[in-house]
């Protein structure tokens, strides 16, 4: 069937449309400030690095995204925030700035590499915000950022500047006097609906901004408590707050003196129970949620059924924040407010055992999202993982810090195999599965698990070479120790890099152990579905597609069975593959549609990639040799991210040599170069819409089978099973000291 044919979208002289960056929505309204927007957006034409640097509670965060929505739409290339205040390890720095700019890299570069090449031809706006604790590497990476990224500009927010060449600091200094009266009106009124500023009380208003010196953070505490005072009474109580903290160092800065005084205020009106929650909170990173707030914070002085309403209270009085997100409703410290609890955390002698429990916590919800990826559930486990990795992160430093916990911070990096190789977290897979495995610890369970996640990470990021010592290792120490389990997994992967590296034969009989292997020790689950699918892929490339066909047609059957998407996109990419080759080109067009429809919706590139290749030999099969160019040049434009185009392989390649030799023959050398490259500034999302012929952008095929699909927009995970919370042993997890 010959489809009907497009023009390339993008002319190779035209300016691309603009892209739209990562900016939050703003919750409520932006107050003020109007002269300091004007001045800063005359200080960034001057320079291309800005530091809007200001003390705690200032506002610089609001500031700074307010100041970027407005500048968005002269970044061609978007607007685009990363928030650092979560990251603690300075090896997670890269990760999160590509994560903030939507890369996904499946390969084994740097990151840093990858971040210089996206950035070193696009026009936009990078807002670094939180970055104090992490400032020397920051600094390094913004400095190598600003010299090979011409185009680049960076607005970081801060309590101090990077101290970068060329950098212009823009001091933001407190609110002047009618915006903080202002934004504490506004804010009262948010608390108590209806409420004004009547004669009387406005310079009781106005008297209690100066004396939180304009503060935003402190009057957005002070209007907090109009919930249950009068105007008058939130001044005299600040006063007495006054009058009893004052004290502390004579030489901190009279500004830091106030708003601690102010952060003080607040925490004193609380109520005994309300300081300990506030204080236990403290214990996150990021988000969290309140099935996790009621299993960590709970316990002496704070009954795990009374959490809910000790939260509601502190979300009323502002210091706690509601953010709903794809995984549900969600809830937030403002960094102040964290350090200050985890001051009295810490004073309280209880720090260690909330952070135990913290840990304890994310290990039992990373094992449930495992054994909800194989399950319809697929697309909530995702989301879930997607909004926890920041606590997830600080569980796996939890368990590094002690030498006898080394084990849990292996097991917790190799269960989250499916989130690392299924939603497109291969590079920061790889660091933290590099990171825990240099520790010293016997080769149990754990360890061989995270050994063969490595190997089959290095596998996807084409790194033979590492896969093999990994996988090599694996089986050796599981053979070793009888660990069955283990062994059948590096079997299999060993027989993954043997396809990929142009040994079918060899995969095939791997592949066929494996299988076996798994089939003894009773393991079933989306792994095991792709060393089916794999051996598939292997049959067919040695030319028997009849039986690659009916061994991915009982993949589908299973994933149908179980609410499986992820191995089922691969298995439906097989068969797409042994149709196109025996001249079903309607079943193959369905096939590959739907497996890139689902690949895409999971942020897996690797998959979206391979089926838009296959997608485009498909086009020139059926007589549109211009829509096949556009579609190799948008797959030209994802390999990068992935590794080596088409792993170098020659069996996979195949497919791409043909589809060119015959577009080249219908087209002519000129045309064909010309649409591909224009095809190039394609980004993945608008590849995939075309390739669908213009269907929703975000996966329909995955919503089919588990809500909305993708790792960081999939439906809420209300669902999802509570993690477990006692000690466990065997199959569900390690056992929690």
Known sequence: MRRPQRPCPTPDDAEPAPVRGNLPAELNAFVGRADELAELETVLRGSRLVTVAGAAGVGKTRFVTRFAALMEKRYCDGVWIAELSDIHDPGLLEHALAEALGLTDHTSRPPRAVLVEHCAERRLLLVIDGFEHLAGPC?????????????????????????????????????????????????????????????????????????????PLALELAAGRLRALTTEQVLQRLDDRFRLLTGGSPSAL????????????????????????????????????????????????????????????????SVVLREDSAAGSRYRLLDTLREYGAEWLRASGDAERLSRRHRDWYLGLATWCELDWFSPRQAEAAARIDSELPNLRRAMECSLENPEEVHLAQYLAGTLWFYWAGCGRLSEGRHWLDHVLEEESPYDHSRLKALWVLGYVAVLQGDPAGAMSALQECREEGERSGDATAVAYAVHRTGCLSIVTDDPARAEELLREALGRYREIGELNSSVLMAQVELGMAVAFRGDLDTASAICEEVLEICEDHGERWALAYAQYVLGYAALRSGLTRRARRMLEESLSIAHAFHDLLGTVLSLELLALLAVTEGDATEAAVLQGAADRIWPSVGLPLFGSVHYGRPRAECEERARAELGDARYDAERRASRRLDPRAAVARALGGAAEDGTAAERGSGDGTSGGAGAAGGTRRPAASRTTGRGGPELG
């Not at 500009?153 to 309590?159: C, D, E, H, K, T």
């Not at 500047?161 to 948010?190: K, S």
């Not at 929650?277 to 009954?303: H, T």
């Open 139 to 215: 600094a390094g990476l913004v400095r190598e950022l600003l010299r090979r990224a011409p185009r680049l500009q960076v607005l970081a927010a801060g309590r101090r500047p990077l101290r970068v060449d060329g950098e212009l600091t823009f001091p933001l200094m407190p609110m002047g006097e009618d915006d903080g009266l202002e934004l504490f009106t506004r804010r009262a009124a948010a608390v108590r609906p209806g409420f004004r500023l009547t004669d009387d009380d406005r310079e009781t208003a106005r008297e209690l901004c100066r004396r939180l010196d304009g503060i």
């Open 254 to 317: 009279p500004r830091h003196q106030t708003l601690r005084t102010a952060v003080g205020w607040s925490h004193e009106l609380c109520a005994p129970e309300q300081r300990l929650l506030w204080a236990r909170l403290s214990v996150f990173a990021g988000q969290f949620d309140l099935e996790a707030v009621e299993y960590i914070c709970s316990g002496p002085g704070l009954p795990a059924g009374a959490v809910l309403d000790v939260l509601d209270e502190l979300l009323a009085q």
